[in-house]
């Protein structure tokens, strides 16, 4: 029989599917006595939104069109706020039942972009924005060039929403709009990393946008030579004289350079050379000394020493004392959680931390202390971005049982669910075995399926002939696999009527060493992982192919590890940057890094699908929008 609680969510949907056919939606009302005509503003003004739209709703109800759809249109603007925007929604619906034409229709398709951007779908507000809509309104096209800036860089095109922008900028003639877009032009620029933007720059044929890009680059590659940085700037106004960016951004860069420039000039690093972590270790100490012997930019490069915290690493504090006291400027390290939660605790630390991994305690901790690792939640956090981004709404998950797969699950679900998805079903697996039929069918309602069948049977006593089918209403399923498990789910997730459905993953399911053999086994795959790993993603291929040739051990084992000791040297520069500059990127090897309001850098990941055995890397924008209601064109 189907569960207890399957039979409860088919009761629900019924009544609710009844109740649906039996009387038609309408906004809500306001309560209390019936609001008087020509309230609305005091209403505003005392901050009553919901008041306010329902006054407006009500007054055009008396009025002729087009009187009636302005003041309906009017209580959807008034509620599109975060807050309000659910209540948006159901009299936008309502609104997108007319028949609109000119103005009153491009202001809808206005209201319907600015609320899909509340409800974290730029793909949507795209769609209702395409290009040339505000052409016979030009009084719109100031809002809709705004609007798609905003949705297209949520989208991940960024040079789409720079371009927007610089093509924005001279309609724009109130100074405050224009600081204001040269603001938003330069943060969507410095989420680019320098490898896009050299790339741009070379095929730009517009000359102010050449320009925009020839600074995001020279920002992206400061050096820390202060002298050659100047010489850059310099060379950068003589090549764009008249350039927007000439005033107001260049002074930021100099302040920037000046007061967010860490360069400390001995460097500890606090690692657990023995013990159970010793390999780990070792992979990022030889991805952090790679970085350092290979650095060309530092003016003065600073002195490394290294301490061993040992087998339990409970004695990280006295060995971060032990290295203030011998002179250290910065920390790098620990390694373990609880190492970092020591520091974490702490209120005040003497100097800088780097640490290599994230304290279990969310709030307040010390200002000197950043955090950077190779977060899981992070990678099945882009997975639920990326599947909305792609238009699913509705999702299935496996995942294995314990704890590292309950955290991507939830991390998963959370934010599908917080982008307006639905996570439909789960299920755990258990990671040792090699049977996942019971798990999977489970989350693909297969065992139901064939439950039916088996009653139909019974009840008709025929022998009938039933092919199983999987859930129809799920759009993709998140696997949350390491390798050798996801080799056995994937073909059969594919014999249990699944061929159709879009599996993603993260980095994971990858080992990094190519076995075209094994990993055919989950061709169609879609995940995430970082530059470090993707053949035509990694900027430095060199690098990697001489450490592969010098530590092969670890290059084949723990090569994301010595990815993160690389960027942790580097980074090092740049983190007062970030800290202060919350759109900032730089570009790591583990990927686009940026840092959020309590100094925990997280990383932003490349995209690949698994083809005859090999990852074969993807476009991280997604550009095609493929759902959500649009009111007709004219």
């Not at 050659?228 to 106004?237: G, H, M, Q, S």
Request: net charge positive.
């Amino acid at each position: 029989m189907p569960s207890p609680h399957r039979l409860r969510g088919g009761v629900l949907i019924a009544a609710v599917l009844i109740t649906l056919t039996c009387c038609k939606m309408a906004p809500p009302r306001g309560e209390g006595p019936r609001a008087q005509p020509g309230h609305a503003a005091e209403l505003l003004k005392a901050g009553d939104l919901k008041g306010t739209a329902a006054l407006l709703w009500e007054q055009a109800a008396s009025q002729p069109s087009p009187q009636r759809e302005d003041l309906q249109l009017r209580a959807v603007e008034t509620l599109l706020t975060p807050k309000t925007a659910p209540l948006a929604r159901q009299y936008l619906d309502e609104v997108l039942k007319e028949e609109l034409r000119g103005p009153l229709l491009v202001r809808a398709r206005i209201a319907q972009a600015r609320l899909a951007l509340l409800e974290g779908q730029p793909t949507i507000a795209l769609r209702a924005l395409p290009p040339g809509i505000s052409l016979a309104t030009p009084q719109f096209e100031k809002q809709v060039d705004e609007l798609r800036a905003q949705a297209l860089l949520d989208t991940g095109q960024i040079l789409q929403s720079v371009r927007t922008r610089v093509a924005l900028a001279p309609k724009l003639t109130d100074h405050q709009a224009i600081v204001a877009n040269q603001q938003k032009l330069w943060r969507a620029l410095g989420r680019a990393s320098e490898q896009q933007i050299s790339r741009w720059a070379q095929d730009e044929m517009d000359k102010t946008l050449r320009g925009w890009l020839a600074l995001g680059y020279i920002a992206k590659t400061s050096p820390t030579d202060s002298r050659l940085f100047d010489r850059e700037l310099n060379a950068w106004r003589q090549q764009y004289p008249h350039h927007p960016a000439a005033n107001m951004i260049i002074g930021q860069l100099r302040r920037d350079w000046r007061q967010l420039q860490l360069s400390p000039r001995r460097i500890a690093v606090i690692l657990p050379l023995t013990g159970p972590y010793a390999s780990i270790a070792k992979a990022v100490q030889t991805g952090f000394m790679a970085a350092y012997y290979t650095d060309d930019q530092a003016h003065h490069k600073p002195s490394i020493r290294v301490y061993d915290v040992g087998e339990s690493g409970t004695d990280v504090w006295e060995q971060y004392m032990r290295a203030v006291r011998e002179g250290a400027q910065l920390v790098v390290g620990p390694l373990d959680k609880v190492g970092v939660d020591a520091l974490a605790g702490r209120r005040k630390l003497p100097v800088p931390v780097l640490s290599l991994n994230y304290s279990e305690r969310p709030s307040n901790p010390p200002n000197n202390l950043y955090e950077f690792g190779l977060l899981p939640e992070d990678e099945a956090r882009q997975v639920a971005e990326r599947a909305r981004l792609a238009g699913y709404q509705t999702a299935l998950a496996l995942a294995p049982q314990g704890e590292w797969g309950e955290r991507l699950l939830n991390a998963f679900r959370r934010r599908f669910e917080e982008l307006g998805g639905l996570v439909l079903d789960t299920a755990r697996y258990d990671p040792n075995g090699t049977d996942f039929s019971a798990p999977i069918k489970d989350v693909l309602g297969i065992d139901l399926s064939e439950q039916r069948c088996a009653e139909l049977r019974t009840l008709l006593r025929r022998d009938l002939q039933c092919e199983p089918r999987r859930r129809p209403d799920a759009d993709m399923l998140f696997m949350a696999a390491l390798p050798r498990p996801a080799r056995l789910l994937r073909p059969q997730l594919r014999f249990n009527y699944a061929t159709d459905l879009p599996v993603y993953a993260t980095s994971h399911i990858y080992t990094g060493v190519e076995d075209v053999r094994s990993d055919r086994d989950i061709d169609g795959v879609i995940y995430c992982d970082m530059p470090w790993m993707l053949k035509g993603a990694n900027p430095e291929p060199q690098l990697r192919a001489r450490l592969d040739s010098l530590f092969p051990s670890e290059s084949q084992d723990l090569a994301r590890l010595m990815a993160l000791g690389v960027d942790a040297y580097r980074i090092i520069y740049y983190l007062k940057r970030l800290a202060a500059r919350p759109y900032a990127r730089y570009t790591g090897l583990t990927g686009n890094l940026y840092m959020d309001d309590l100094g925990r850098i997280h990383r932003e990941l490349d995209w690949a699908r698994f083809v005859d055995g090999e990852p074969t890397l993807l476009g991280n924008a997604l550009s095609q929008p493929s759902s959500g209601a649009v009111a007709a064109m004219p």
